[in-house]
């Protein structure tokens, strides 16, 4: 039957049979959204989108399933609350099902959840719509506004080998007008945040153009070191952030030769090289490492036919493959300690 054949038959339907039906279907639609959810922690937590050749459930989710970003990233953040508070994870379940709760709303909450506050919040929002969630928040949460004025994302600019200004991804206007290679910027909406700044100096390696929203302490303490360094821009702050935490774990650079990085770099087109089974490139271009594809450990060199960019999704499934699972799970737990 033809859709137009199918809308004209439901013009018997009463107004009784038409609200049940679509109540049905949309109960029908929860169920299988609450169902996607549970899925996608299994798959998350298997890390399946690795072997699939993408970076992450999130780059699965839109390039691999094709749904929008905003929707890729509430039933990321609906999967994130149900792993990290697993005691409400029965009632948000059931709650999605009954259509108490919405992924939206979740996402609405998530960055601002914590062990002391889950519960209260959960509460809160159950039944509500997004724009009384909106309100809840701006009451509970302190500077709620400044911290939606700011939207995250993050961007991911050419490498050395390309030239300065030469991006396919950055806008054309700013394109044209900026130095885009080693930089990382903050877009930000609002005046709470400093406005973007070129940087100094050129340093060679990746770039990241990010837009973050600091909650809390964080934006605090973003706003104090702006104010203790004027003339340092934030991607100085951040830079000098990484830098003491980099240190504080005592963790080299690379022990790749600097020339060597920028020609792997170049050779890759500053994308992660992990092909999967049914031949998919991984299109990730954030936090790119160079691999080695004999590791060190069994005796492998740095010469460049040795090394490749991969992901860090990527990097870890190879050391998986090399070491085993266990052996690697281990040592980033040790790592961490
Ligand atoms: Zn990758």
Redesign the pocket.
């Given at each position: 039957m033809q859709v137009a054949e199918k809308i004209q038959s439901l013009e018997h339907l009463s107004q009784v049979e038409l609200v049940a039906a679509l109540d049905k279907y949309l109960g029908t639609e929860r169920r299988l959204l609450g169902c996607f959810i549970l899925y996608l922690i299994e798959f998350d937590r298997r890390k399946i989108f690795?072997e699939l050749?993408?970076?992450s459930s999130y780059q699965w989710m839109t390039s691999g399933l094709g749904l929008s970003e905003s929707s890729a990233v509430r039933r990321t953040n609906a999967a994130r609350i149900m792993v990290r508070f697993p005691h409400l994870a029965e009632r948000i379940f059931s709650e999605i099902l009954n259509g108490q709760l919405s992924v939206m709303v979740l996402s609405m909450i998530f960055a601002h959840m914590n062990n002391e506050n889950c519960v209260e919040l959960i509460e809160n929002i159950s039944g509500k719509n997004r724009l009384e969630v909106e309100k809840f928040l701006a009451n509970r949460i302190e500077g709620y506004h400044a911290m939606q004025s700011t939207r995250a994302w993050m961007r991911i600019l050419p490498g050395p080998s390309k030239p300065s200004g030469s991006s396919e991804i950055l806008e054309p206007s700013r394109a044209s007008s900026q130095h885009v290679q080693n930089e990382v910027v903050f877009e930000a909406k609002s005046n709470q945040m400093p406005a973007p700044v070129a940087p100094a100096t050129q340093v060679p390696g990746p770039a990241i153009r990010l837009a973050v929203t600091l909650v809390g302490e964080g934006a605090r303490d973003l706003l104090r070191l702006r104010e203790l360094y004027p003339y340092r821009d934030p991607s100085q702050i951040i830079n000098d952030a990484l830098c003491m935490m980099r240190k504080a774990r005592d963790l080299p650079a690379s022990r790749v030769p600097k020339a060597i990085q920028r020609k792997i770099f170049a050779r890759d087109g500053n994308q992660?090289t992990?092909v999967s089974d049914d031949g998919r490139r991984?299109s990730?271009r954030g936090r790119l490492q160079i691999d080695h594809i004999l590791p060190v450990a069994k005796g492998g060199d740095d010469r460049p036919e040795n090394l490749r960019l991969?992901?860090a999704?990527?990097n870890q499934l190879m050391a998986e493959r090399h070491f085993g699972k266990d052996f690697m799970r281990d040592k980033i737990i040790s790592a961490k300690h």
């Open positions: 690795r050749g993408f970076s992660c992990f991984c990730e991969l992901c999704a990527h």
